[in-house]
């Protein structure tokens, strides 16, 4: 049994966000924590993309936010960025990373130095759908409902233990760009919410189960 454990010692739960993209979740996430929704604060924002959205969203914020390059290769971290991933993180103390459209797959030794303290979230309901555009996928295989998917990330792709789940509905004349923002209102709702269950120590992992307290 893992615990995951939330605020100790009266010490604020301190996030570090990474992601790639526009940064709506990320956005949502430090507005929930600057309102008290979620008891912890965003330690730190890293973007392998200098000049992606999530990056600017967090500088109006006055977070600290700060590019790192990914290396040489394509879908992963190269083993020095990702040193330098883990070292970011590190000197900000974050007790949580939160992947928010964080496109590159993390493995070994960041997995190890973070274990049971990597979440993501997913536009689908997994183990439906698991990779790149997700909602894409969804609407082509004619499914009626889809939703987001909050899990511990492990070193397969989409594939860690499921935390929380929010359904959506797929409409007629649903188009991709759609049910994608409708998939990712449910996120802004979902993700926030899971955080501040986990900065409170209220969800335990049990194997593939996670229990909330
Ligand atoms: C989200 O739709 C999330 O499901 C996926 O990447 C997207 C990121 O969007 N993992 P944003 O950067 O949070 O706006």
């Not at 990474?18 to 330690?43: F, T, Y």
């Not at 970011?88 to 459209?101: H, I, M, P, S």
């Not at 233990?161 to 923002?181: C, E, K, N, S, Y």
Request: glycine share 10%; with cysteine.
């Amino acid at each position: 049994m893992v615990d995951v454990r939330g605020m100790s010692g009266g010490k604020q739960f301190r996030l570090g966000l990474l992601g790639s993209g526009k940064g709506s979740n990320a956005a949502a996430i430090a507005d929930a924590c600057a309102s008290g929704q979620v008891p912890a604060q965003v330690a730190i924002v890293i973007s392998d993309e200098a000049e992606a959205g999530i990056l600017q969203r967090a500088r109006e914020r006055g977070l600290p936010a700060v590019f790192i390059a990914p290396g040489k290769l394509r879908v992963k971290l190269d083993e020095a960025a990702g040193a330098a991933y883990i070292r970011a993180l590190q000197e900000a103390q974050v007790d949580l990373v939160v992947l928010a459209g964080f496109m590159r797959i993390l493995k070994g030794e960041f997995l190890r130095v973070f274990a049971q303290r990597v979440v993501n979230i997913h536009p689908a309901l997994l183990p439906a759908f698991p990779g790149l555009e997700a909602w894409k996928q969804a609407l082509e295989y004619g499914v009626k409902v889809t939703g987001a998917t909050v899990h511990f990330v492990d070193e397969g792709v989409d594939t860690g233990p499921i935390i929380a789940q929010r359904t959506v509905p797929v409409l007629p004349g649903d188009t991709a760009a759609t049910l994608h923002a409708r998939i990712q209102e449910a996120e802004r709702v979902v993700y926030p919410a899971t955080i501040a269950a986990l900065a409170r120590g209220a969800i335990r992992v049990e194997g593939r189960q996670t229990v909330w307290q």
